[in-house]
């Protein structure tokens, strides 16, 4: 056998939270599926729009489990090409693929005793579902070019926008995988379903902005909280990005808000009505706080350079930035 000449995709790095926050029903009868996943070594499904964080609830399955030995990997299916999925879960022999040569260590492999998570599952191909769906029936798998048997020693764990059954009518999903992925399936419903857990979020991402802005100019924020018009506002808008974009609008808010809260000015939404749609002026000025905010960050706070890739005076953009209270020291490193 040839020894494998490639160096395995490393696992992503986690940008988001590390537990499941929200007050909801919902949210609580997730915790309660988790925990009865992480008792066993079966795979699970996950189901939740664009924007809810499933590869959360696949690591905290991970994590609760006794099955950490072999590390957690994400795969993405619908974002690697058709031809390099089967290599990068199953693996593949020196030659298997002309293009890429040298032998490599799939995920099923390389985490033996841990998780593997794929994303839009539906995305793989055919004839790969089949190997995985073999793999989990017979509990050995070969890697792409080779007629050795390896054993599955990995969860394996599916996520997805739909239910499975509408994944597997649609064609996305062959019958033998779906079969052997039913046994558990979780739902995170979207945040516009579950208005309650709004709040504990926004403080959560609040926490995680405060810590990254920090790290990124060694100075502390101020900002602690939400003011109640700001609340109101998080709490009365339909989200469509789910929590993701929740957690991008505060991380924006805070880099804008004055004082020790985020006021609702800080905050621009999307518009989803008529009546969300904020003055011309208003939104003029969240532009421009929010642009010389950005352009300071880049310069490090040198208002000079600011200006020039501005295309603005210096003097002007000193008033743009006089105008909207924005000193430029907090910027500086």
């Not at 518009?271 to 969240?286: G, L, T």
């Amino acid at each position: 056998m040839s020894k494998d000449s490639e160096t395995p995709m490393p696992a992503r790095r986690r940008a988001g939270p590390e537990r499941l926050v929200g007050a909801s029903r919902a949210i609580q009868t997730v915790r309660e599926q988790i925990a009865v996943a992480a008792r066993g070594r079966f795979p699970v499904w996950i189901q939740g729009e664009d924007g809810i964080d499933r590869e959360l609830v696949a690591r905290l399955i991970h994590d609760g489990s006794e099955w950490t030995r072999g590390g957690f990997f994400a795969l993405d299916a619908s974002v690697v090409p058709a031809a390099l999925v089967g290599r990068e879960l199953l693996g593949c022999a020196a030659n298997a693929i002309p293009a890429l040569p040298g032998s490599y260590v799939g995920a099923f492999q390389r985490c033996a005793g841990g998780t593997v998570l794929v994303e839009e599952l539906q995305s793989v191909p055919k004839d790969v579902q089949q190997s995985i769906a073999s793999a989990i029936e017979e509990g050995v798998f070969r890697r792409t070019g080779e007629s050795e048997e390896r054993a599955f020693e990995c969860r394996l764990i599916g996520a997805g926008r739909g239910r499975l059954d509408s994944l597997a009518s649609d064609g996305g999903l062959i019958s033998s995988l779906l079969e052997r992925m039913k046994l558990l399936e979780l739902f995170l419903p979207p945040l516009r379903e579950r208005p309650e857990d709004i709040v504990p979020l926004a403080a959560q991402a609040l926490a995680s902005a405060r810590g990254e802005l920090q790290e990124e100019t060694g100075l502390a924020s101020e900002v602690r909280g939400f003011s109640p018009s700001a609340i109101e506002q998080l709490v009365s808008y339909s989200w469509p990005g789910n929590d993701r974009e929740l957690r991008e609008h505060i991380r924006a808010a805070l880099r804008l808000a004055k004082g020790d809260e985020i006021g609702s000015e800080d905050i621009v939404l999307g518009w989803d009505s008529e009546a969300s749609v904020p003055p011309f002026r208003e939104a003029k000025r969240a532009f421009e706080r929010e642009y010389v905010t950005r352009v300071l960050r880049l310069c490090r706070g040198n208002i000079s350079r600011a200006a020039r890739i501005a295309r603005k005076d210096r003097k002007d953009f000193y008033d743009v930035m006089r105008r909207n209270s924005i000193d430029p020291q907090q910027f500086r490193s």
